[in-house]
């Protein structure tokens, strides 16, 4: 006799379903540092817009047309073609007195007046962090208000001080038995680098105090356990430790001043005749371009450009050599 379980059918197997498919551990990662790199390619595309369009695009255009020069032929400029003069333009530009003369003034002038503003907005910055410094965001403001001032501005206000008949300070001088006119050729870089420390200062001063909030308290204190404090404090601890900011704003000081263009151009406009109309290197440019001299100018542009690139970086890197070396 069969047993029950014999005589039923068999059922069917069931299909075992398909196990699901894994990703390995490093996919996912690999996938969102993706997503993140689309996400800041996204946020940055406009800014390398810009920046290809207004700052790439015109120095290599500059770097172009600084090969090439326009021929005139005929009488009241004719016709005009467009030669490729190799370096030809170069050639001229060391060879443009008036040119070499604006960099050498301009150089000269920057290794009195920036000193002299680094200096004055490293004691303004140490006088704010003090700790018996008093109404400290009034007095920020204060050194501040000069930059805030558009340079036309703060040019057309020093050019009317300035002026030998309404100057204040003609008079105090004349009675000390000093009579000088500020605006004489031989002062007027002095008269130059007092606006631009004036307007500057404030600035640098509060990028170098910036740096001192980020001291530690406890380095402070520490100092003031052994002993450091006041203007000795100052020079042995907190003048190191800001030496990153003393070194990025004499970059931007030396990069400022081969750019120096509105202070003398407003004294210019005013028709003060000590001022030099190719006073500074970008003036003697401009006055080019405005005779019909482009591609000199561009060759111009290019070497000023060099030239403050040299200056930049040179000091970045004996800064950072003798950073390593100490």
Not at 230 to 252: D, E, H, N
Not at 287 to 301: K, P, T, Y
Request: with cysteine; charged share 10%.
């Amino acid at each position: 006799m069969s047993s029950p379980s014999s005589t039923r059918a068999a059922a069917p197997p069931q299909p075992v379903p398909a196990a699901a498919p894994r990703m390995s551990p490093a996919g996912r990662p690999r996938r969102t540092s993706r997503r993140n790199a689309l996400t800041a390619s996204g946020f940055l595309a406009p800014f390398a817009v810009l920046f290809l369009s207004l700052m790439v695009a015109p120095i290599c255009y500059a770097i172009y047309q600084s090969f090439f020069t326009v021929r005139r032929s005929g009488l009241f400029g004719g016709a005009q073609t467009t030669e490729f003069a190799g370096l030809s333009n170069y050639a001229d530009t060391f060879s443009d007195h008036a040119f070499i003369a604006s960099i050498v003034r301009v150089v000269l002038l920057g290794c009195v007046q920036v000193p002299v503003m680094l200096g004055l907005a490293l004691l303004l910055a140490l006088l704010l962090d003090s700790r018996s410094a008093r109404l400290r965001k009034t007095y920020r403001l204060t050194f501040f208000v000069p930059y805030a001032l558009p340079g036309a501005i703060a040019a057309v206000m020093w050019s009317i001080l300035l002026v030998k008949d309404l100057s204040p300070f003609t008079g105090p001088l004349s009675h000390l038995g000093i009579h000088v006119d500020l605006l004489s050729p031989s002062w007027v870089p002095f008269s130059i680098g007092n606006m631009i420390t004036w307007g500057w200062t404030g600035y640098n001063m509060l990028i170098i105090y910036s740096a001192l909030q980020t001291i530690p308290a406890e380095v402070t204190e520490a100092a003031a356990l052994d002993g450091c404090a006041g203007w000795r404090l100052a020079w042995a601890v907190k003048i190191p430790l800001v030496r990153p900011a003393l070194v990025l704003t004499t970059i931007f000081s030396i990069i400022g001043t081969a750019q120096l263009y509105t202070e003398p151009a407003v004294l210019v406009s005013a028709r003060i005749p000590g001022v030099d109309p190719k006073f500074s290197p970008i003036m003697n440019t401009t006055l080019g371009m405005d005779v019909g001299g482009q591609n000199l100018a561009a060759a111009e542009s290019v070497v000023l450009a060099l030239i403050t690139l040299v200056l930049s970086f040179g000091f970045l890197k004996y800064n950072q050599r003798k950073g390593a070396m100490a």
